[in-house]
Protein backbone atom coordinates (compact mmCIF):
# COMPACT_ATOMS: atom_id res chain seq x y z
CA UNK A 1 0.00 0.00 0.00
CA UNK A 2 2.82 2.29 0.39
CA UNK A 3 4.35 1.58 -2.19
CA UNK A 4 1.54 3.20 -4.03
CA UNK A 5 1.72 6.67 -2.91
CA UNK A 6 5.70 7.48 -4.99
CA UNK A 7 3.61 5.80 -7.78
CA UNK A 8 1.13 8.53 -7.42
CA UNK A 9 3.23 11.65 -7.07
CA UNK A 10 5.30 10.90 -9.66
CA UNK A 11 2.44 10.20 -12.64
CA UNK A 12 0.04 12.36 -11.99
CA UNK A 13 1.52 15.97 -12.46
CA UNK A 14 1.50 14.02 -16.36
CA UNK A 15 -2.16 15.05 -16.45
CA UNK A 16 -3.38 17.61 -19.25
CA UNK A 17 -2.76 20.91 -18.91
CA UNK A 18 -4.63 22.51 -16.83
CA UNK A 19 -6.96 25.26 -19.45
CA UNK A 20 -9.11 28.07 -17.39
CA UNK A 21 -11.67 27.87 -14.99
CA UNK A 22 -12.14 23.80 -14.63
CA UNK A 23 -14.36 23.85 -11.70
CA UNK A 24 -18.24 24.93 -12.76
CA UNK A 25 -16.61 22.72 -16.11
CA UNK A 26 -15.87 19.75 -14.06
CA UNK A 27 -19.08 19.66 -12.02
CA UNK A 28 -21.37 19.51 -15.27
CA UNK A 29 -18.69 17.16 -17.02
CA UNK A 30 -19.33 15.05 -13.26
CA UNK A 31 -23.33 15.14 -13.83
CA UNK A 32 -23.17 14.08 -17.25
CA UNK A 33 -20.86 11.04 -16.45
CA UNK A 34 -23.38 10.19 -13.79
CA UNK A 35 -26.22 9.70 -16.06
CA UNK A 36 -24.26 7.99 -18.75
CA UNK A 37 -22.93 5.59 -16.55
CA UNK A 38 -26.65 5.20 -14.93
CA UNK A 39 -27.89 4.61 -18.13
CA UNK A 40 -25.15 2.10 -19.33
CA UNK A 41 -25.16 0.45 -16.30
CA UNK A 42 -29.60 -0.16 -16.56
CA UNK A 43 -28.77 -1.42 -20.35
CA UNK A 44 -26.28 -4.02 -18.91
CA UNK A 45 -28.47 -5.07 -16.22
CA UNK A 46 -31.34 -5.74 -18.39
CA UNK A 47 -29.26 -7.25 -21.12
CA UNK A 48 -28.21 -9.98 -18.22
CA UNK A 49 -31.61 -10.57 -16.51
CA UNK A 50 -33.81 -10.39 -19.36
CA UNK A 51 -33.29 -14.17 -20.82
CA UNK A 52 -34.20 -14.97 -17.19
CA UNK A 53 -37.37 -12.68 -17.34
CA UNK A 54 -38.09 -14.12 -20.71
CA UNK A 55 -38.06 -17.83 -19.03
CA UNK A 56 -40.43 -17.01 -16.39
CA UNK A 57 -42.76 -15.17 -18.97
CA UNK A 58 -42.68 -17.60 -21.39
CA UNK A 59 -43.72 -20.76 -18.71
CA UNK A 60 -46.72 -18.13 -18.06
CA UNK A 61 -48.05 -17.87 -21.69
CA UNK A 62 -50.70 -19.90 -23.99
CA UNK A 63 -49.02 -22.09 -26.35
CA UNK A 64 -51.66 -19.91 -28.82
CA UNK A 65 -49.68 -16.78 -27.27
CA UNK A 66 -46.18 -18.27 -27.59
CA UNK A 67 -46.70 -19.18 -30.98
CA UNK A 68 -47.87 -16.01 -32.04
CA UNK A 69 -46.53 -13.79 -30.13
CA UNK A 70 -43.23 -12.00 -30.30
CA UNK A 71 -40.64 -12.48 -27.39
CA UNK A 72 -40.73 -9.10 -25.82
CA UNK A 73 -44.88 -8.68 -25.52
CA UNK A 74 -46.40 -9.24 -22.43
CA UNK A 75 -48.24 -12.34 -22.31
CA UNK A 76 -52.56 -11.58 -22.85
CA UNK A 77 -53.20 -14.22 -20.51
CA UNK A 78 -51.50 -15.55 -17.51
CA UNK A 79 -51.83 -19.80 -17.51
CA UNK A 80 -50.47 -22.08 -14.86
CA UNK A 81 -51.20 -24.99 -17.01
CA UNK A 82 -47.72 -25.21 -18.20
CA UNK A 83 -46.17 -25.79 -14.62
CA UNK A 84 -49.29 -28.89 -13.93
CA UNK A 85 -48.02 -30.20 -17.47
CA UNK A 86 -44.71 -30.04 -16.47
CA UNK A 87 -45.07 -31.67 -12.80
CA UNK A 88 -46.72 -34.35 -14.86
CA UNK A 89 -45.10 -35.39 -17.35
CA UNK A 90 -41.59 -35.39 -15.65
CA UNK A 91 -40.10 -36.55 -11.96
CA UNK A 92 -39.18 -33.17 -11.11
CA UNK A 93 -40.32 -33.81 -7.37
CA UNK A 94 -38.19 -37.03 -7.47
CA UNK A 95 -35.21 -35.18 -8.71
CA UNK A 96 -36.05 -31.64 -6.26
CA UNK A 97 -35.46 -34.81 -3.33
CA UNK A 98 -32.57 -36.60 -5.10
CA UNK A 99 -30.32 -32.95 -5.45
CA UNK A 100 -31.58 -31.51 -1.85
CA UNK A 101 -29.91 -35.37 -0.66
CA UNK A 102 -26.33 -34.72 -2.46
CA UNK A 103 -26.29 -31.00 -1.81
CA UNK A 104 -27.15 -31.91 1.97
CA UNK A 105 -24.41 -34.76 2.08
CA UNK A 106 -21.66 -32.79 0.17
CA UNK A 107 -22.34 -29.88 2.66
CA UNK A 108 -22.11 -31.81 5.65
CA UNK A 109 -18.60 -33.27 4.41
CA UNK A 110 -17.15 -29.91 3.20
CA UNK A 111 -18.07 -27.97 6.87
CA UNK A 112 -16.79 -31.26 8.93
CA UNK A 113 -13.71 -31.82 7.00
CA UNK A 114 -13.06 -28.20 6.13
CA UNK A 115 -13.40 -27.29 9.40
CA UNK A 116 -11.09 -30.63 10.94
CA UNK A 117 -8.56 -30.11 8.45
CA UNK A 118 -8.18 -25.73 8.84
CA UNK A 119 -7.53 -26.89 12.55
CA UNK A 120 -5.17 -29.04 11.85
CA UNK A 121 -2.91 -27.02 9.44
CA UNK A 122 -3.71 -23.34 10.92
CA UNK A 123 -3.93 -24.17 14.74
CA UNK A 124 -2.57 -27.67 15.22
CA UNK A 125 0.55 -27.12 13.17
CA UNK A 126 2.91 -29.94 12.32
CA UNK A 127 5.95 -30.23 10.03
CA UNK A 128 4.53 -31.10 6.60
CA UNK A 129 1.74 -28.56 6.92
CA UNK A 130 3.04 -26.41 4.16
CA UNK A 131 3.46 -29.34 1.57
CA UNK A 132 -0.26 -30.40 2.76
CA UNK A 133 -1.30 -26.94 2.25
CA UNK A 134 0.26 -26.78 -1.44
CA UNK A 135 -1.49 -30.01 -2.09
CA UNK A 136 -4.79 -28.91 -1.06
CA UNK A 137 -4.55 -25.73 -3.16
CA UNK A 138 -3.78 -27.50 -5.99
CA UNK A 139 -7.29 -28.60 -5.81
CA UNK A 140 -8.75 -25.19 -6.92
CA UNK A 141 -6.60 -25.41 -10.23
CA UNK A 142 -6.74 -28.80 -10.88
CA UNK A 143 -10.12 -29.39 -13.29
CA UNK A 144 -13.08 -31.58 -12.53
CA UNK A 145 -12.44 -33.91 -15.71
CA UNK A 146 -8.92 -35.26 -14.46
CA UNK A 147 -11.72 -37.70 -11.94
CA UNK A 148 -13.99 -38.79 -14.13
CA UNK A 149 -12.04 -41.81 -15.65
CA UNK A 150 -10.54 -43.39 -12.78
CA UNK A 151 -13.76 -42.31 -10.57
CA UNK A 152 -15.62 -44.04 -12.96
CA UNK A 153 -13.21 -47.66 -13.04
CA UNK A 154 -12.77 -47.19 -8.91
CA UNK A 155 -16.55 -47.25 -8.51
CA UNK A 156 -17.37 -50.09 -10.69
CA UNK A 157 -14.63 -51.93 -8.59
CA UNK A 158 -15.68 -50.89 -5.33
CA UNK A 159 -19.66 -51.03 -6.19
CA UNK A 160 -20.44 -47.41 -5.67
CA UNK A 161 -21.49 -46.50 -9.24
CA UNK A 162 -25.16 -45.46 -9.36
CA UNK A 163 -25.68 -44.24 -5.82
CA UNK A 164 -25.63 -41.01 -3.78
CA UNK A 165 -22.22 -41.20 -2.47
CA UNK A 166 -20.58 -41.27 -6.15
CA UNK A 167 -21.71 -37.77 -6.71
CA UNK A 168 -21.51 -36.62 -2.98
CA UNK A 169 -17.45 -37.86 -2.82
CA UNK A 170 -16.10 -36.02 -5.83
CA UNK A 171 -18.12 -33.16 -5.23
CA UNK A 172 -17.11 -32.69 -1.66
CA UNK A 173 -13.44 -33.40 -2.30
CA UNK A 174 -13.34 -30.66 -5.30
CA UNK A 175 -14.88 -28.00 -2.98
CA UNK A 176 -12.87 -29.18 0.17
CA UNK A 177 -9.25 -27.04 -0.81
CA UNK A 178 -11.82 -23.70 -0.94
CA UNK A 179 -13.14 -24.83 2.25
CA UNK A 180 -10.22 -25.21 3.85
CA UNK A 181 -8.66 -22.35 2.75
CA UNK A 182 -12.05 -19.95 3.87
CA UNK A 183 -11.42 -21.75 7.68
CA UNK A 184 -7.47 -21.53 7.81
CA UNK A 185 -7.77 -17.66 6.67
CA UNK A 186 -10.52 -17.69 9.75
CA UNK A 187 -8.74 -19.41 12.25
CA UNK A 188 -5.77 -17.54 11.49
CA UNK A 189 -7.83 -14.55 13.35
CA UNK A 190 -8.48 -16.28 16.18
CA UNK A 191 -5.57 -14.90 18.64
CA UNK A 192 -3.11 -17.24 20.00
CA UNK A 193 -3.67 -16.41 23.42
CA UNK A 194 -7.46 -17.59 23.70
CA UNK A 195 -5.99 -20.87 22.63
CA UNK A 196 -3.04 -20.24 24.96
CA UNK A 197 -5.29 -19.74 27.73
CA UNK A 198 -7.18 -22.53 26.88
CA UNK A 199 -4.31 -25.13 26.95
CA UNK A 200 -3.34 -23.31 30.68
CA UNK A 201 -6.35 -24.66 32.01
CA UNK A 202 -5.53 -27.90 30.80
CA UNK A 203 -8.12 -28.14 27.66
CA UNK A 204 -6.56 -30.73 25.43
CA UNK A 205 -6.85 -30.07 21.04
CA UNK A 206 -9.90 -31.84 21.07
CA UNK A 207 -11.70 -29.39 23.52
CA UNK A 208 -10.45 -26.53 22.10
CA UNK A 209 -11.82 -27.46 19.10
CA UNK A 210 -14.95 -27.88 20.74
CA UNK A 211 -15.22 -25.19 22.62
CA UNK A 212 -13.55 -22.27 20.99
CA UNK A 213 -12.91 -22.87 17.70
CA UNK A 214 -16.44 -24.55 16.57
CA UNK A 215 -18.51 -22.08 18.30
CA UNK A 216 -16.52 -19.16 16.57
CA UNK A 217 -16.80 -21.26 13.05
CA UNK A 218 -20.53 -20.30 12.29
CA UNK A 219 -20.37 -17.35 10.14
CA UNK A 220 -17.82 -18.92 7.96
CA UNK A 221 -19.93 -22.34 8.02
CA UNK A 222 -22.60 -19.93 6.27
CA UNK A 223 -20.21 -18.96 4.35
CA UNK A 224 -18.78 -21.78 2.67
CA UNK A 225 -22.71 -23.87 2.68
CA UNK A 226 -23.73 -21.11 0.61
CA UNK A 227 -20.77 -20.95 -2.04
CA UNK A 228 -20.70 -24.54 -2.07
CA UNK A 229 -24.47 -25.09 -2.66
CA UNK A 230 -24.68 -23.30 -5.93
CA UNK A 231 -22.06 -25.25 -7.83
CA UNK A 232 -23.14 -28.42 -6.10
CA UNK A 233 -26.66 -27.86 -6.39
CA UNK A 234 -26.38 -27.11 -9.70
CA UNK A 235 -24.04 -30.20 -10.78
CA UNK A 236 -23.82 -31.67 -14.45
CA UNK A 237 -20.79 -33.67 -15.39
CA UNK A 238 -20.24 -35.98 -12.01
CA UNK A 239 -24.27 -36.69 -11.60
CA UNK A 240 -24.02 -37.37 -15.75
CA UNK A 241 -21.62 -39.86 -15.50
CA UNK A 242 -22.12 -41.81 -12.42
CA UNK A 243 -25.29 -42.15 -12.15
CA UNK A 244 -27.54 -43.87 -14.46
CA UNK A 245 -31.32 -44.80 -12.87
CA UNK A 246 -33.83 -42.49 -12.78
CA UNK A 247 -34.68 -43.19 -8.95
CA UNK A 248 -31.42 -40.91 -8.38
CA UNK A 249 -31.26 -38.30 -11.14
CA UNK A 250 -30.83 -34.59 -9.66
CA UNK A 251 -32.45 -31.83 -11.20
CA UNK A 252 -30.10 -31.12 -13.60
CA UNK A 253 -30.39 -34.98 -15.27
CA UNK A 254 -34.20 -34.70 -14.31
CA UNK A 255 -34.45 -31.49 -16.35
CA UNK A 256 -32.30 -32.88 -19.27
CA UNK A 257 -34.45 -35.58 -19.91
CA UNK A 258 -37.47 -33.43 -19.47
CA UNK A 259 -35.65 -31.34 -22.48
CA UNK A 260 -35.09 -34.27 -23.96
CA UNK A 261 -38.12 -35.56 -24.22
CA UNK A 262 -40.20 -32.80 -24.78
CA UNK A 263 -38.04 -29.69 -25.71
CA UNK A 264 -39.62 -29.80 -28.88
CA UNK A 265 -42.93 -31.23 -28.59
CA UNK A 266 -44.52 -28.94 -25.23
CA UNK A 267 -42.76 -26.25 -25.79
CA UNK A 268 -44.18 -23.88 -22.95
CA UNK A 269 -44.03 -27.22 -20.36
CA UNK A 270 -40.68 -26.97 -21.13
CA UNK A 271 -40.07 -23.24 -20.15
CA UNK A 272 -42.43 -24.22 -16.88
CA UNK A 273 -40.11 -27.40 -15.91
CA UNK A 274 -36.61 -24.99 -16.05
CA UNK A 275 -38.68 -22.21 -14.40
CA UNK A 276 -39.44 -25.42 -11.38
CA UNK A 277 -35.66 -26.44 -11.09
CA UNK A 278 -33.91 -23.07 -10.67
CA UNK A 279 -36.49 -21.45 -8.88
CA UNK A 280 -35.30 -22.58 -5.19
CA UNK A 281 -31.47 -21.78 -5.38
CA UNK A 282 -32.91 -18.36 -7.01
CA UNK A 283 -34.95 -18.15 -3.90
CA UNK A 284 -32.84 -18.88 -1.69
CA UNK A 285 -29.92 -16.68 -3.06
CA UNK A 286 -32.53 -13.63 -3.49
CA UNK A 287 -33.59 -13.95 0.36
CA UNK A 288 -29.81 -14.35 1.75
CA UNK A 289 -28.25 -12.75 -1.56
CA UNK A 290 -26.32 -10.20 1.40
CA UNK A 291 -24.12 -13.45 3.17
CA UNK A 292 -23.82 -15.26 -0.82
CA UNK A 293 -22.29 -12.04 -2.50
CA UNK A 294 -20.12 -11.64 1.42
CA UNK A 295 -18.89 -15.40 0.60
CA UNK A 296 -18.38 -15.00 -2.90
CA UNK A 297 -16.11 -11.91 -2.75
CA UNK A 298 -13.99 -13.14 0.44
CA UNK A 299 -13.64 -16.24 -1.53
CA UNK A 300 -11.51 -14.35 -3.73
CA UNK A 301 -10.28 -11.63 -2.44
CA UNK A 302 -8.66 -12.65 0.58
CA UNK A 303 -6.54 -14.04 -1.88
CA UNK B 1 -22.52 -12.12 8.45
CA UNK B 2 -21.03 -10.75 11.54
CA UNK B 3 -18.37 -8.39 12.61
CA UNK B 4 -15.57 -9.69 9.67
CA UNK B 5 -12.42 -10.28 11.32
CA UNK B 6 -9.69 -7.15 11.89
CA UNK B 7 -7.69 -6.52 8.60
CA UNK B 8 -3.64 -6.75 8.52
CA UNK B 9 -3.07 -8.53 12.50
CA UNK B 10 0.24 -9.47 12.19
CA UNK B 11 0.98 -13.11 12.43
CA UNK B 12 3.35 -14.12 14.88
CA UNK B 13 6.47 -15.08 13.42
CA UNK B 14 8.11 -17.18 15.62
CA UNK B 15 7.64 -21.17 14.44
CA UNK B 16 6.82 -22.82 17.65
CA UNK B 17 3.97 -20.03 18.64
CA UNK B 18 2.08 -21.37 15.30
CA UNK B 19 1.59 -25.15 17.14
CA UNK B 20 -0.90 -25.41 19.84
CA UNK B 21 0.82 -26.29 23.11
CA UNK B 22 -0.49 -29.45 24.31
CA UNK B 23 -1.43 -30.49 21.41
CA UNK B 24 -0.61 -34.79 20.24
CA UNK B 25 1.10 -36.02 17.08
CA UNK B 26 -2.11 -38.40 17.07
CA UNK B 27 -4.80 -35.53 17.62
CA UNK B 28 -2.97 -33.70 14.53
CA UNK B 29 -3.88 -36.71 12.66
CA UNK B 30 -7.27 -37.34 13.93
CA UNK B 31 -7.78 -33.81 12.55
CA UNK B 32 -5.95 -34.19 9.33
CA UNK B 33 -6.47 -37.76 8.13
CA UNK B 34 -10.41 -37.79 7.39
CA UNK B 35 -10.18 -34.42 5.35
CA UNK B 36 -6.77 -36.07 3.72
CA UNK B 37 -8.63 -39.33 2.59
CA UNK B 38 -11.38 -38.16 0.75
CA UNK B 39 -9.44 -35.55 -1.32
CA UNK B 40 -6.88 -38.19 -1.80
CA UNK B 41 -9.22 -40.64 -2.99
CA UNK B 42 -10.91 -38.41 -5.02
CA UNK B 43 -8.73 -35.67 -6.70
CA UNK B 44 -4.88 -36.90 -5.90
CA UNK B 45 -5.57 -40.44 -6.85
CA UNK B 46 -7.13 -39.71 -10.15
CA UNK B 47 -4.18 -37.23 -10.94
CA UNK B 48 -1.88 -40.16 -10.63
CA UNK B 49 -4.48 -43.03 -11.88
CA UNK B 50 -4.78 -40.87 -14.94
CA UNK B 51 -1.05 -40.36 -15.44
CA UNK B 52 -1.05 -44.19 -15.16
CA UNK B 53 -4.06 -44.89 -17.59
CA UNK B 54 -2.42 -42.84 -20.46
CA UNK B 55 0.37 -45.14 -21.07
CA UNK B 56 -1.86 -48.18 -21.86
CA UNK B 57 -4.39 -48.67 -24.63
CA UNK B 58 -7.39 -50.03 -22.68
CA UNK B 59 -11.42 -50.36 -23.64
CA UNK B 60 -12.22 -51.03 -19.98
CA UNK B 61 -13.31 -54.85 -20.85
CA UNK B 62 -9.97 -56.64 -22.50
CA UNK B 63 -6.83 -57.10 -20.63
CA UNK B 64 -4.81 -53.96 -20.60
CA UNK B 65 -2.23 -53.09 -23.23
CA UNK B 66 0.88 -50.81 -22.51
CA UNK B 67 1.79 -48.44 -24.87
CA UNK B 68 4.49 -46.39 -23.35
CA UNK B 69 4.00 -42.74 -24.60
CA UNK B 70 2.25 -43.60 -27.68
CA UNK B 71 -1.06 -42.37 -26.51
CA UNK B 72 0.89 -38.79 -26.03
CA UNK B 73 2.35 -39.40 -29.69
CA UNK B 74 -0.80 -39.83 -31.12
CA UNK B 75 -2.77 -36.85 -29.63
CA UNK B 76 0.30 -34.59 -31.27
CA UNK B 77 1.27 -36.04 -34.15
CA UNK B 78 -1.71 -37.67 -35.82
CA UNK B 79 -4.88 -36.25 -34.39
CA UNK B 80 -5.86 -33.50 -36.10
CA UNK B 81 -9.29 -33.38 -34.41
CA UNK B 82 -6.97 -33.19 -30.75
CA UNK B 83 -5.63 -29.98 -32.32
CA UNK B 84 -8.73 -28.67 -34.03
CA UNK B 85 -10.30 -28.90 -30.29
CA UNK B 86 -7.30 -27.11 -28.90
CA UNK B 87 -7.81 -24.42 -31.08
CA UNK B 88 -11.44 -24.16 -30.15
CA UNK B 89 -10.62 -24.26 -26.61
CA UNK B 90 -8.21 -21.59 -27.03
CA UNK B 91 -11.24 -19.42 -28.81
CA UNK B 92 -13.60 -20.25 -25.90
CA UNK B 93 -10.82 -19.04 -23.35
CA UNK B 94 -10.53 -15.69 -25.55
CA UNK B 95 -13.83 -15.26 -25.72
CA UNK B 96 -15.21 -16.02 -21.89
CA UNK B 97 -12.04 -13.82 -20.76
CA UNK B 98 -12.78 -10.99 -22.51
CA UNK B 99 -17.02 -11.10 -21.76
CA UNK B 100 -16.20 -11.99 -17.89
CA UNK B 101 -13.11 -9.70 -17.38
CA UNK B 102 -13.72 -6.91 -19.64
CA UNK B 103 -17.56 -7.04 -18.18
CA UNK B 104 -16.53 -7.35 -14.81
CA UNK B 105 -14.26 -4.24 -15.26
CA UNK B 106 -16.49 -1.90 -16.84
CA UNK B 107 -19.68 -2.71 -14.51
CA UNK B 108 -17.80 -2.97 -11.65
CA UNK B 109 -16.13 0.89 -12.47
CA UNK B 110 -19.48 2.07 -13.52
CA UNK B 111 -20.79 0.96 -10.40
CA UNK B 112 -18.86 2.72 -8.08
CA UNK B 113 -20.05 5.85 -9.69
CA UNK B 114 -23.19 5.09 -8.91
CA UNK B 115 -25.21 6.66 -5.95
CA UNK B 116 -28.13 4.23 -5.05
CA UNK B 117 -29.24 1.05 -6.31
CA UNK B 118 -25.69 -0.78 -6.54
CA UNK B 119 -26.64 -3.26 -3.99
CA UNK B 120 -29.99 -4.23 -6.47
CA UNK B 121 -27.12 -4.42 -9.66
CA UNK B 122 -25.04 -6.41 -7.75
CA UNK B 123 -27.58 -8.89 -6.87
CA UNK B 124 -29.44 -8.77 -10.28
CA UNK B 125 -25.99 -9.02 -12.17
CA UNK B 126 -25.12 -12.44 -10.29
CA UNK B 127 -28.48 -14.31 -10.67
CA UNK B 128 -27.47 -16.04 -14.04
CA UNK B 129 -24.57 -17.51 -11.89
CA UNK B 130 -26.92 -19.78 -9.42
CA UNK B 131 -28.94 -21.18 -12.98
CA UNK B 132 -28.00 -24.64 -13.81
CA UNK B 133 -25.66 -25.09 -16.65
CA UNK B 134 -28.33 -27.57 -18.28
CA UNK B 135 -31.35 -24.44 -17.98
CA UNK B 136 -28.57 -22.14 -19.53
CA UNK B 137 -28.28 -24.47 -22.40
CA UNK B 138 -31.84 -24.81 -23.09
CA UNK B 139 -32.67 -21.26 -22.94
CA UNK B 140 -30.09 -20.19 -25.48
CA UNK B 141 -30.97 -23.21 -27.86
CA UNK B 142 -34.28 -21.22 -27.25
CA UNK B 143 -32.57 -17.54 -27.53
CA UNK B 144 -30.53 -18.49 -30.77
CA UNK B 145 -33.58 -20.58 -32.39
CA UNK B 146 -34.28 -19.50 -35.97
CA UNK B 147 -37.45 -21.55 -36.49
CA UNK B 148 -39.83 -19.98 -34.66
CA UNK B 149 -37.68 -17.44 -34.29
CA UNK B 150 -35.76 -16.57 -30.94
CA UNK B 151 -34.97 -13.57 -28.87
CA UNK B 152 -31.72 -12.99 -30.95
CA UNK B 153 -33.00 -12.95 -34.15
CA UNK B 154 -36.02 -11.15 -33.18
CA UNK B 155 -33.84 -8.55 -32.00
CA UNK B 156 -31.59 -8.00 -35.18
CA UNK B 157 -35.03 -8.01 -37.09
CA UNK B 158 -35.87 -5.20 -35.52
CA UNK B 159 -32.77 -3.08 -35.31
CA UNK B 160 -32.64 -3.34 -39.10
CA UNK B 161 -30.03 -6.14 -39.26
CA UNK B 162 -32.60 -8.67 -40.06
CA UNK B 163 -29.93 -10.19 -43.30
CA UNK B 164 -27.40 -11.39 -39.93
CA UNK B 165 -30.41 -13.35 -38.75
CA UNK B 166 -29.29 -17.40 -39.45
CA UNK B 167 -29.32 -20.48 -36.64
CA UNK B 168 -26.42 -19.41 -34.91
CA UNK B 169 -25.92 -23.01 -33.67
CA UNK B 170 -25.87 -24.84 -37.03
CA UNK B 171 -23.43 -22.10 -38.66
CA UNK B 172 -19.54 -23.66 -38.40
CA UNK B 173 -18.48 -20.31 -38.19
CA UNK B 174 -20.63 -19.01 -35.64
CA UNK B 175 -21.01 -22.09 -33.13
CA UNK B 176 -18.04 -21.72 -31.34
CA UNK B 177 -19.07 -18.07 -30.37
CA UNK B 178 -22.52 -18.90 -29.49
CA UNK B 179 -21.72 -21.71 -26.84
CA UNK B 180 -18.93 -19.28 -25.60
CA UNK B 181 -21.37 -16.92 -24.95
CA UNK B 182 -23.50 -18.52 -21.98
CA UNK B 183 -20.14 -19.45 -20.19
CA UNK B 184 -19.04 -15.57 -20.24
CA UNK B 185 -22.75 -14.87 -19.48
CA UNK B 186 -23.30 -16.94 -16.34
CA UNK B 187 -19.88 -16.26 -14.69
CA UNK B 188 -19.73 -12.31 -15.84
CA UNK B 189 -21.88 -11.28 -12.11
CA UNK B 190 -19.65 -13.44 -10.00
CA UNK B 191 -16.10 -11.47 -11.36
CA UNK B 192 -17.81 -8.12 -11.13
CA UNK B 193 -18.36 -8.93 -7.80
CA UNK B 194 -15.01 -9.65 -6.40
CA UNK B 195 -13.65 -6.68 -8.88
CA UNK B 196 -16.26 -4.11 -7.34
CA UNK B 197 -15.05 -5.23 -3.68
CA UNK B 198 -11.62 -4.49 -4.39
CA UNK B 199 -12.40 -1.36 -6.10
CA UNK B 200 -14.01 0.07 -3.01
CA UNK B 201 -10.78 -0.99 -1.09
CA UNK B 202 -8.94 1.57 -2.81
CA UNK B 203 -8.33 4.67 -0.26
CA UNK B 204 -10.61 7.76 -1.45
CA UNK B 205 -7.56 10.36 -0.55
CA UNK B 206 -5.83 8.85 -3.25
CA UNK B 207 -8.10 9.51 -6.30
CA UNK B 208 -8.97 12.95 -4.38
CA UNK B 209 -5.26 13.75 -4.94
CA UNK B 210 -5.23 12.82 -8.15
CA UNK B 211 -8.47 14.39 -9.46
CA UNK B 212 -6.93 17.85 -7.86
CA UNK B 213 -3.92 17.17 -9.99
CA UNK B 214 -6.98 17.21 -12.89
CA UNK B 215 -6.04 13.64 -13.81
CA UNK B 216 -8.83 12.60 -16.21
CA UNK B 217 -10.71 9.23 -15.45
CA UNK B 218 -8.55 7.15 -17.43
CA UNK B 219 -5.22 7.88 -15.45
CA UNK B 220 -7.36 7.95 -12.36
CA UNK B 221 -8.15 3.87 -13.25
CA UNK B 222 -5.48 3.38 -14.83
CA UNK B 223 -2.65 5.11 -12.57
CA UNK B 224 -4.08 4.54 -9.15
CA UNK B 225 -6.66 2.11 -9.28
CA UNK B 226 -5.67 -0.49 -11.02
CA UNK B 227 -2.35 -1.02 -9.48
CA UNK B 228 -4.00 -1.03 -6.35
CA UNK B 229 -6.44 -3.98 -7.16
CA UNK B 230 -3.56 -5.97 -9.74
CA UNK B 231 -3.46 -8.92 -6.60
CA UNK B 232 -7.18 -9.16 -7.19
CA UNK B 233 -7.20 -9.28 -10.80
CA UNK B 234 -4.40 -11.85 -10.71
CA UNK B 235 -6.55 -14.60 -8.63
CA UNK B 236 -9.76 -13.00 -10.69
CA UNK B 237 -7.77 -13.68 -14.19
CA UNK B 238 -6.71 -17.29 -12.87
CA UNK B 239 -9.97 -18.42 -11.60
CA UNK B 240 -11.76 -17.10 -15.19
CA UNK B 241 -8.74 -18.92 -16.82
CA UNK B 242 -9.33 -22.13 -15.46
CA UNK B 243 -13.12 -22.17 -15.23
CA UNK B 244 -13.02 -21.45 -19.03
CA UNK B 245 -10.46 -24.46 -19.48
CA UNK B 246 -12.42 -26.68 -18.02
CA UNK B 247 -15.77 -25.73 -19.49
CA UNK B 248 -17.78 -28.46 -20.59
CA UNK B 249 -21.33 -28.66 -19.83
CA UNK B 250 -22.92 -25.70 -22.11
CA UNK B 251 -21.00 -26.96 -25.15
CA UNK B 252 -21.50 -30.28 -24.33
CA UNK B 253 -25.48 -29.52 -23.74
CA UNK B 254 -25.79 -27.33 -26.14
CA UNK B 255 -24.27 -28.71 -29.02
CA UNK B 256 -22.20 -31.77 -28.31
CA UNK B 257 -19.35 -30.33 -30.05
CA UNK B 258 -21.24 -30.05 -33.61
CA UNK B 259 -21.26 -29.64 -36.51
CA UNK B 260 -18.53 -31.21 -37.07
CA UNK B 261 -16.07 -30.69 -34.55
CA UNK B 262 -16.72 -27.13 -35.04
CA UNK B 263 -17.42 -26.05 -31.46
CA UNK B 264 -15.44 -29.41 -30.03
CA UNK B 265 -13.54 -28.40 -26.93
CA UNK B 266 -10.58 -30.57 -25.26
CA UNK B 267 -13.11 -31.30 -22.41
CA UNK B 268 -15.90 -32.51 -24.59
CA UNK B 269 -13.58 -34.55 -26.69
CA UNK B 270 -12.41 -35.94 -23.54
CA UNK B 271 -15.74 -36.80 -22.37
CA UNK B 272 -16.51 -38.83 -25.53
CA UNK B 273 -13.58 -40.63 -26.31
CA UNK B 274 -14.04 -42.20 -22.08
CA UNK B 275 -17.21 -42.97 -22.66
CA UNK B 276 -18.89 -42.96 -25.84
CA UNK B 277 -15.78 -44.88 -27.53
CA UNK B 278 -14.59 -46.30 -23.98
CA UNK B 279 -10.67 -45.44 -24.72
CA UNK B 280 -9.49 -44.82 -21.16
CA UNK B 281 -5.98 -45.00 -22.08
CA UNK B 282 -6.69 -42.41 -24.49
CA UNK B 283 -8.92 -39.96 -22.79
CA UNK B 284 -6.34 -40.28 -19.97
CA UNK B 285 -3.83 -38.80 -21.99
CA UNK B 286 -6.07 -36.04 -22.97
CA UNK B 287 -7.41 -35.67 -19.30
CA UNK B 288 -3.82 -35.14 -18.19
CA UNK B 289 -2.99 -32.60 -20.73
CA UNK B 290 -6.19 -30.50 -19.62
CA UNK B 291 -4.57 -30.15 -16.08
CA UNK B 292 -0.96 -29.28 -17.80
CA UNK B 293 -2.80 -26.66 -19.83
CA UNK B 294 -4.70 -25.29 -16.31
CA UNK B 295 -1.02 -25.59 -14.68
CA UNK B 296 0.49 -23.54 -17.60
CA UNK B 297 -2.15 -20.91 -17.87
CA UNK B 298 -2.18 -20.18 -14.32
CA UNK B 299 1.95 -20.18 -14.38
CA UNK B 300 1.69 -17.54 -17.21
CA UNK B 301 -1.13 -15.01 -15.39
CA UNK B 302 1.06 -15.07 -12.40
CA UNK B 303 4.12 -14.43 -14.40
CA UNK B 304 2.93 -11.56 -16.98
CA UNK B 305 0.81 -9.73 -14.78
CA UNK B 306 3.20 -10.15 -11.83
CA UNK B 307 6.19 -8.36 -13.89
CA UNK B 308 4.45 -5.15 -14.59
CA UNK B 309 4.79 -4.08 -11.00
CA UNK B 310 8.67 -3.76 -11.93
Redesign the interface.
Known amino acids: MTLLTPRVDRKVPAAPAPDGDVAPRRRGRLHAHRVISSTLVTALVIMQVYPLVWLFMTSLRTEQDFASSNPFSLPTEFTLDNFSRAFSTGNLGLNIVNSLVVTLGANVLIVVLGMMGAYALEVLGFRLKTFVRSMFLLGIIVPVQIALVPLFIDYANIGLLDTYQSMIIPLAAFSLPMSIYLFSSFYSYISRETYEAASMDGAGPYRVFGQITLPLSVNTIVTVVLVNSIFIWNDFIFANTFVLSDELKTIPLGLQNYIGAMGNVDWTATFAAVCVTITPLMLVFLVLNKAMIYGLESGANKG | ??AP??PD?P??SVKE????????KI??L???V???A??A???????V??LF?SLFKWD?ITDMKFVGLDNYVKMFTRDDVFWTSFGNAMGYLAICLVLQLG?AL??AG??T???RGR?L???????????????IA???QR?YSYE????LN?VLEWVGLGSLAQPWLSNVDTVLAAVSVPEG?RF???YM??VY??LL?V?KD?EE??TL?????W?IFW??KF??IR??WI??T??AA?YA??G??IPY?LTNGGPGQASELL?TY??KT??THTD?GY??AI??F??VE??VA?GLIYFLLRRKVD
Open positions: MGPPRRQAKMLPGRSSVVFLPPLVYFAVLLPIQSLGGLVLLTLREVKTLYLLPAVISTVAFLFIPTGLQWAGLLIAAAPLAADRANWQRIPYPVTTIMTLRFDLTMYAFYASSVIVCLV
